[in-house]
């Protein structure tokens, strides 16, 4: 019987850190970490995209170093993640419609690089089918690649485009509301 239970113990301790390596929220479970150009993010916040009553999406903000403040945020030049499961189906019009809102909002005096990005941003924009996910990773010196349902769009060049993308999140008017931005930035 001692046996029995130390085995059973011993199986339970090796269980936990497989569920510690993932957050999850509506069903949708987000690593807690991902590497990107060699370099580890950390998972800062997970939230809920709800409008009305639809769960629109799962958020999850990737960071090299966690965060509560979008200023310090911002500031870093460093890589970060934003990725979006969605949970119900959104149209390519829609989303175009909620990323003008969004830099409007949280980057009203963008320059003319910026806005360009940004329509070039909807530009690679289509319908995103409920299950299916559209990332976007920021990389120093590079810019910020868009993926959408699994196909790499292309990269938007621009330390500017890429904080005035995750502004559109965490800036003083987020669409997806302070309930969200309070989650992805890890407040309680």
């Not at 130390?6 to 999850?24: E, K, Q, R």
């Not at 319908?127 to 699994?150: A, D, H, M, Q, S």
Request: charged share 20%.
């Amino acid at each position: 019987m001692r046996l029995k239970m130390m085995s059973l113990l011993l199986s339970l301790t090796l269980l936990v850190p497989a569920f510690a390596f993932a957050a999850s929220l509506a069903d949708v479970k987000l690593d807690d970490k991902v590497v990107v150009n060699g370099q580890t993010l950390s998972l800062n916040g997970i939230g809920l995209r709800k409008k009305f009553f639809i769960k629109v999406y799962v958020g999850g903000l990737y960071l090299t170093a966690k965060s509560s403040n979008p200023a310090t945020i911002l500031a870093a030049d460093s890589p970060r993640r934003m990725v979006m499961h969605f949970l119900y189906g959104v149209g390519k019009d829609k989303m175009c419609e909620a990323w003008d809102e969004g830099l409007e909002a949280n980057t009203p005096n963008a320059s003319a690089e910026v806005k360009n990005a940004f329509k070039t941003l909807c530009s690679w924009m289509e319908e995103i089918p409920k299950g299916n996910r559209l990332v976007l990773t920021y990389v120093p010196g590079t810019g910020t690649t868009v993926e959408v349902n699994g196909k790499a769009k292309g990269t938007l060049p621009g330390k500017a485009t890429a904080d005035a993308i995750v502004s559109t999140w965490i800036g003083p008017k987020p669409a997806m509301g302070d309930d969200f931005k309070n989650a992805i930035l890890g407040k309680p």
